[in-house]
């Protein structure tokens, strides 16, 4: 069993930047990819961006040049920086973990990121 605690969210104003953390407890070896996925009210969950142990990185259209991921496997921590944000990028976001034994996914509780106008 995984689990992730999100950290970070928050209101910002267009243009800011936030730093989302999360940070994996319990059978964290079994940790293959790890990333972030957003929900904004009214549409489906999706992909932000996901790294896996090896260091490659998938990141969506919308968030390129702007979102970073990066991994601390001492930490056990995944960041998100989040740059040049826009009203479009509110959304609650869920840390993700995937492990490839079991094909398990985890989620976190979730952290809301407002940004405003």
């Known amino acids: 069993q995984v689990h992730l605690v999100e950290s970070g969210g928050g209101l910002v104003q267009a243009g800011g930047s936030l730093r989302l953390s999360c940070a994996a407890s319990?059978?964290?070896?079994?940790?293959?990819?790890m990333g972030w996925y957003r929900q904004a009210p009214g549409k489906q969950r999706e992909l932000v961006t996901s790294?896996?142990?090896?260091?490659?990185?998938n990141i969506g259209d919308s968030v390129k040049g702007r979102f970073t991921i990066s991994r601390d496997n001492v930490k056990n921590t995944v960041y998100l920086q989040m740059n040049s944000l826009k009203p479009e990028d509110t959304a609650v976001y869920y840390c993700?973990?995937?492990?490839?034994?079991?094909?398990?996914?985890?989620w976190g509780q979730g952290t809301q990121v407002t940004v405003s106008s």
């Open positions: 993700h973990a995937w492990a490839l034994l079991g094909n398990y996914d985890y």
């Open positions: 319990g059978s964290i070896f079994s940790i293959n990819d």
């Open positions: 790294i896996t142990n090896g260091g490659y990185i």
